[in-house]
């Protein structure tokens, strides 16, 4: 009575089993007719099931499944959690697939998720959304991982490598970012000049200048004409303090690009750092007869010449009353200079009508040449301002 009994649940038992199972070939036969939304309910029944769940071939389906309605293109219910789906499955049946059973069968599938993952990632790096493209580089970089393990490949995609890490930069995630790059640099040899950029912010962000200069230094040995390194090193350089360095560098960019006007700007400021004002009129001047229009210039170049008024009205100032010859001499000059300043201020006021530096530089032109009816109109505009 008791073996009828266990015959009989051992029947019961291997019906149930027998059902799950075949859920599972029903989904693969509603897959190859086309019949995919009830390939998608035979197969997500199969993986709830106890028995059918830790099947490497439930999964493998599953993936297989998810992957064509990702990839049919007349659906419109589709979405990349259809492209997600098939990427955990496939996880999940290469984790119950112990004898290797779809090893070979999994390969082809792996490449194209990647493939789609790699489009699914570039969507939203355009659109800004830097957290999802980065998860989804990573994941790229992450399915070759698994192919070149688990089949003796030699796959490195460095474009996903380099976008993970661009966008790891915009969330802030540098200590990552940083390893990416080294990785592409000193591994997978691939080189691009936003490397060595993106680098060195990040040496920026924890306030190391000196590591940030190393890095464009670098890259400007390898991308000798790239600008956009360089005028970051020229910033960086002036930030720094470092003016007979920048003069040079500034003087190989003007060699390369001899039109810049923001090249000779720079110039002048650098040579203005080093007390060198002879060079740095000249380089101002430069900047303004290749654009007259540049504001920076025109108020560098003002304000340089109106500093120099001042150095003379102070030595006269200092002169002895006896000394009447040397006083006019002196004050002549630092007329003369106000005078020279002068338009160069007004011209950068045109540009920027509410700069309160040349509104106040302007306001002490016009009291020391005794511009009276300008001095009101420029005390009134700083007052509207509320400055």
């Known amino acids: 009575m008791k073996k009828l009994i266990f015959i009989l649940i051992a029947a019961q038992i291997s019906t149930i089993s027998f059902a799950q199972k075949s859920q599972v070939v029903s989904a693969w036969n509603y897959l190859n007719n086309g019949e995919l939304d009830k ?8 993986t709830n099931d106890e028995i059918t769940k830790i099947m490497a071939k439930t999964w493998f389906y599953r993936g297989n499944i998810y992957l064509a309605i990702y990839s049919d293109t007349t659906r419109k219910d589709k979405s990349v959690n259809d492209l997600n789906e098939a990427y955990i499955s496939y996880k999940k049946a290469k984790e119950f697939d112990l004898k290797g059973e779809f090893k070979l069968d999994m390969m082809n599938p792996w490449l194209t998720v990647s493939y789609f993952t790699f489009n699914e990632a570039v969507i939203p790096y355009n659109a800004k959304d830097y957290q999802l493209a980065y998860d989804n580089f990573n994941r790229v970089s992450e399915i070759y991982e698994i192919v070149n393990s688990t089949y003796k490949q030699d796959i490195i995609d460095t474009l996903a490598s380099f976008y993970a890490a661009n966008a790891a930069v915009k969330i802030g995630k540098y200590d990552e970012a940083s390893e990416i790059y080294n990785d592409l640099l000193n591994t997978k040899h691939f080189e691009d000049p936003e490397i060595y950029s993106n680098l060195a912010d990040i040496a920026l962000q924890i306030k190391d200048t000196t590591a940030a200069i190393n890095q464009l230094d670098k890259g400007i040995a390898k991308y000798p004409a790239n600008q956009t390194l360089r005028i970051k090193q020229l910033n960086l350089y ?3 303090h470092r003016f007979n360095e920048v003069i ?15 090249l000779y700007q720079a110039l002048g400021s650098a040579y203005e750092n080093t007390k060198d004002t002879t060079n740095s009129r000249k ?6 007869a290749l654009n ?3 504001f920076v210039a025109n108020y560098s170049l003002g304000a340089l010449i109106y500093n120099s008024a001042v150095e003379k009205i102070k030595l006269m100032n200092d002169l002895p009353t006896s ?10 000059e630092g007329d003369f200079l106000l ?7 007004q011209k950068a006021l045109s540009i920027k009508e509410d700069d309160l530096e040349t509104l106040n ?6 009291a020391r040449l005794n511009m009276m009816d300008k001095l009101e109109e420029v005390k009134k505009t700083i007052s509207t301002l509320g400055k």
Do not use: V, W
């Not at 390939?39 to 199969?46: E, K, L, Q, V, W």
């Not at 380089?283 to 303004?288: C, G, N, P, R, S």
């Not at 530089?361 to 016009?366: Q, T, V």
């Open 238 to 240: 002036l930030f720094s």
């Open 292 to 294: 007259p229009n540049d």
């Open 339 to 345: 005078t020279k300043s002068l338009p160069y201020l």
């Open 39 to 46: 390939a998608r309910t035979a197969i997500n029944t199969a």
């Open 361 to 366: 530089a302007l306001k002490e032109l016009y």
């Open 283 to 288: 380089a101002y001047e430069k900047a303004l």
């Open 248 to 262: 040079d560098k500034l003087k190989a960019a003007i060699e390369k690009e001899p039109t810049r006007a923001d």
């Open 323 to 332: 000394n009447q010859k040397g006083y006019d001499k002196l004050k002549a």
